[in-house]
């Protein structure tokens, strides 16, 4: 099994991902409605193009085995933390955008089945409900596939199992300290499952912080790792705003190789960016 980990594309943002194929209708002059294909800015393009390869990549890894993608949460922008990058409030422009982005994988015939954490409510509305309702549009479009939306997940994978959810620890506000708080998530998410006399999950997988992480620990005879996944998305005004002015950007997903019940590679696709503007005076 490959099984991509990946989120945060944010669609809806100018900073977010959008595949260039994107349309959706428009009102013309004279009443009639016709398609509408926005054109993509620098961002975009440099965005589309990783997606493209990252997801050309984990086909090529598998070859005739199964992919089972997961998304993270917050496939789009939504409203509340609208800012001059916003690229459009449209909530059913934003569907479009969403959408476009996971059909080249329900279209692959080695995918049967692909699976969404919910993410924020300010990006996909209350309870999910983009989410939800972008779903709802695939498994229509797709009825022969197994597609769905989750608040909290736990696959079994021939017995490797992944516990998913899109908000986890911080992967840690100072570079030094990076992966401390998110080794303390990981060691109380095993104690818990160990106490209750149940197994770790092999992987506890989330995204919300846009910055990748990846944790291994050892406990009472018991593996288990920790992976926050990186975004498709250059932050707008309000996260830089956030963030302290973050510049450093983290690109991709992380692809688990799963062979027989086991952990066999974690291949990390990531590209990373260093925004600020250079000049030599």
Request: aromatic share 10%; with cysteine; proline share 5%.
């Amino acid at each position: 099994m490959i099984v991509p980990l990946f989120s945060d594309t944010h669609g809806g943002n100018a900073h977010g991902l959008m595949d260039p194929d994107t349309t959706w209708q428009e009102i013309t002059p004279g009443g009639d409605t016709s398609w509408y294909k926005p054109a993509l800015n620098d961002i975009q393009i440099f965005l589309y193009l990783l997606y493209e390869k990252h997801g050309n990549q984990c086909f090529d890894l598998a070859g005739r085995d199964e992919v089972i993608p997961l998304f993270g949460g917050d496939i789009t922008d939504g409203v509340k933390h609208a800012d001059p990058d916003t690229l459009t409030l449209s909530l059913m422009r934003q569907q479009a955008i969403a959408l476009r982005l996971l059909y080249p994988w329900l279209e692959r015939k080695n995918v049967k089945r692909f699976r969404m954490a919910e993410g924020t409510s300010a990006h996909e509305l209350e309870g999910a409900g983009m989410a939800y309702m972008i779903a709802e549009h695939l498994r229509a479009k797709y009825p022969a596939k197994d597609i769905g939306v989750v608040q909290h997940g736990l696959i079994n994978i021939d017995g490797f199992t992944i516990d998913y959810a899109h908000h986890r620890a911080s992967p840690g506000k100072r570079h030094w300290l990076k992966g401390n708080e998110a080794r303390y998530y990981l060691r109380d998410i095993m104690y818990r499952e160990i106490v209750r006399g149940r197994r770790p999950p092999d992987v506890v997988w989330g995204c919300h912080y846009h910055d990748p992480v990846i944790e291994e620990l050892r406990l009472n005879g018991y593996k288990s790792t920790l992976i926050l996944t990186p975004s498709y998305s250059f932050p707008g005004a309000w996260a830089r705003a956030a963030t302290k002015s973050v510049y450093e950007i983290a690109n991709g997903m992380m692809v688990l190789e799963i062979v027989g019940g086991r952990l066999v590679d974690i291949h990390e696709y990531i590209e990373r960016s260093d925004t600020r503007t250079r000049e030599t005076f």
